[in-house]
């Protein structure tokens, strides 16, 4: 309920906000001269210029965000062997995919788990749980780090960045068309937007979000095969197997990443139905098959 709460008001709060924006801008809103119709071209407009600023201001502030979330803390100057190993292996892991070398932390939490973010490839972090060290050996932790390597060098976080932004102009755009239609035919409103539009608006914006969220999950976990294969390379296939085999194994111990950073993790549940179409993780099952037929 809550999570709907956040949505409603943010929804409210971007129109508001974009409404201003684009009126400074020199675009004086998304009707047609009629004050009937919608301004197509202006409502595009409207619609990616929000539509983008909110999934590239989350890629921007992905670090900080991802920091505070998980309770990372970055190792600056290693006082434990544990933490010299980590920058030393992901200092070679980093110069061997050809990128520079990102921050690395650890963050507090039982489950095995890692993650990658940050803005662009060389200004990353790459960061895994205490539970991970402890109960992993080198090799697969090794592993582990050369798959999140492989996100950071593969640039999915922008990539995945714009497709949110594409998703999210096309939401809004057809969401408002489809507000329009309601004030417009249904309620016969001819002056301006009525509280029909605003009210319909929201609820295809919550509806096509859900359905428009299966394309940027599908993405997500075509990028992970691909992670996948960049840690086999790096890290060796067989390293990289057993990773997964061992998360696998581990798989009962509940997760306490964020939402937000789900998508960054390695590890992930299985899933059946429509939460599986919304998986941000293909099942490890099919990621070690994959590996498997790699060779």
Not at 63 to 81: D, L
Request: with cysteine; glycine share 10%.
């Amino acid at each position: 309920m809550m999570r709907i709460l956040l949505f409603l008001g943010t929804n409210l709060a971007v129109i508001l906000i974009a409404s201003i924006s684009l009126s400074l801008l020199g675009f004086n809103g998304i009707m047609a001269a009629n004050g009937i119709d919608l301004d197509l071209q202006q409502l595009l407009v409207f619609c990616a210029v929000f539509g983008f600023a909110g999934s590239l201001f989350s890629l921007l502030i992905s670090k900080w965000m991802a920091k505070m979330g998980t309770r990372t803390q970055v190792i600056g100057q290693p006082r434990t062997r544990h933490e010299h190993w980590l920058l030393e292996t992901v200092g070679q892991l980093s110069r061997e995919a050809g990128i520079k070398m990102p921050e690395v932390g650890i963050f507090p939490a039982y489950e095995a788990n890692a993650f990658a973010t940050g803005w662009n490839k060389n200004d990353a972090l790459v960061a895994v749980s205490q539970g991970l060290l402890e109960r992993f050996s080198a090799d697969e932790v090794k592993a582990v780090l050369a798959h999140e390597i492989g996100h950071v060098a593969n640039g999915d976080m922008v990539t995945l960045a714009l497709i949110q932004g594409v998703v999210n102009t096309f939401v809004m755009f057809f969401a408002r068309i489809f507000g329009n239609f309601v004030d417009k035919v249904i309620f016969k409103n001819e002056n301006g937007h009525g509280i029909a539009f605003f009210v319909s608006t929201i609820v295809a914006e919550l509806i096509l979000g859900i359905l428009a969220s299966t394309i940027v999950m599908w993405f997500s976990r075509k990028r992970e095969f691909r992670a996948d294969d960049a840690g086999a390379r790096l890290a060796g296939t067989a390293a990289m197997i057993g990773a997964l085999q061992r998360l696998r194994s581990e798989q009962e111990i509940p997760s306490k990443m964020p939402d937000s950073l789900t998508a960054f993790g390695i590890n992930g549940g299985l899933k059946h139905g429509l939460k599986r179409l919304l998986m941000t993780h293909p099942p490890l099952e099919e990621r070690i098959a994959a590996l498997r037929q790699r060779g």
